[in-house]
């Protein structure tokens, strides 16, 4: 069974520094392409980032763009989500994703979420 595990959210001031990791087990998703989305309070789920396994395609949300960071690591079955100055507007739980269908269209797996929280 296909099980995504996140880790690394928490509080942080504005201008901080945040490293998610997200751990893939049950299956190889070696093939499909992984990502995050976030959903802050009160609003919808949204892109954050995608990298593909293959090229290592990378693509990111506008909002993020400058400030956070998708990897992977050489395994294919962890990967991360560095969060660079931080804004308020970035608290959301953060979801891992795999199986995503095009550049920020999400795929059938989900991760539990992480909280992350900006304070001004």
């Known amino acids: 069974q296909a099980q995504l595990v996140e880790s690394g959210g928490g509080l942080v001031q504005a201008g901080g520094s945040l490293n998610l990791s997200c751990v893939a087990s049950?299956?190889?998703?070696?093939?499909?392409?992984m990502g995050w989305f976030r959903q802050p309070p009160g609003k919808e789920r949204e892109f954050v980032a995608r990298?593909?396994?293959?090229?290592?395609?990378?693509n990111y949300a506008d909002s993020v763009k400058g400030r956070f960071t998708i990897s992977r690591d050489n395994t294919k079955t962890t990967i991360y989500l560095q969060m660079n100055n931080l804004k308020p507007e970035d608290t959301a739980v953060y979801y891992c994703?795999?199986?995503?269908?095009?550049?920020?269209?999400?795929?059938?797996?989900w991760g539990q979420g992480t909280q992350v929280t900006v304070s001004s």
């Open positions: 049950g299956r190889t998703f070696s093939r499909h392409p």
């Open positions: 990298i593909t396994w293959e090229s290592g395609r990378i």
């Open positions: 994703n795999a199986g995503l269908t095009g550049p920020d269209k999400p795929g059938e797996y």
